[in-house]
C-alpha cells in the first residue's frame, strides 16, 4: 500500500546552491529520467517532460528538463528533500507552459532484485486522476532511469 504524504513545494525562484545537509545522498529519485514509451509523442508544454533530471538543489530536489541534446532547461518542480528518501506518493505543483499545475508523482517503491526503478508522473488540475473528470491529467508519463542526473536547478 501506499504511504500518502501531501508535500508543501518551495519556491521554484530559490538560488542553486549544494544539497543540504543530511538531504538523501543516494535518493532513488536522484538520476536522469526518461519516458519509457518507444514511440511518445509530446505537445509543446509536454515536451519539457519527456527527459528530466532529478537533482538536489539548495535544501530541496528539483526536476529540470532536458531536451534531446542533452541541454539543461527549466525547473520543472521542486520538493522538499526530507522527501527524496523515497516516498512513494508525492505531490505537489510543476511548471505547465506560464501555469502551475497539480503534479503527482508515484514510485514503484522497492523494485524486485535486479530490476529497473520507475515512477508515474502526473500533471493536471486536480489531485484524483483516476477518473473521467475535469480532473483528467493534461500529462501522464511512465519513467526509466538512464544514469545520473546532471543538470542544475535555476
Not at 55 to 70: A, K, L, N, Y
Not at 80 to 102: F, I, M, P
Amino acid at each position: 500500500m501506499r504511504a500518502l504524504l501531501v508535500l508543501g513545494l518551495a519556491a521554484t525562484t530559490a538560488p542553486v546552491l549544494a544539497a543540504a545537509p543530511g538531504a538523501a545522498a543516494s535518493s532513488p529519485y536522484y538520476g536522469r529520467w526518461t519516458v519509457s514509451e518507444d514511440r511518445p509523442v509530446f505537445t509543446a508544454r509536454g515536451r519539457l517532460y519527456k527527459t528530466i533530471d532529478v537533482v538536489p538543489c539548495g535544501r530541496d530536489f528539483c526536476g529540470v528538463s532536458v531536451d534531446d541534446r542533452g541541454t539543461c532547461g527549466a525547473t520543472l518542480f521542486r520538493f522538499l528533500s526530507v522527501h527524496a528518501n523515497g516516498t512513494y506518493e508525492l505531490r505537489g505543483h510543476g511548471k505547465w507552459g506560464d501555469a502551475k499545475k497539480n503534479l503527482e508523482i508515484y514510485s514503484d517503491g522497492d523494485p524486485e532484485p535486479g530490476a529497473d526503478r520507475s515512477f508515474d508522473l502526473y500533471l493536471g488540475d486536480g489531485h484524483d486522476f483516476g477518473g473521467r473528470s475535469e480532473s483528467m491529467p493534461k500529462f501522464h508519463a511512465s519513467y526509466r532511469r538512464l544514469g545520473n542526473g546532471n543538470c542544475r536547478a535555476s
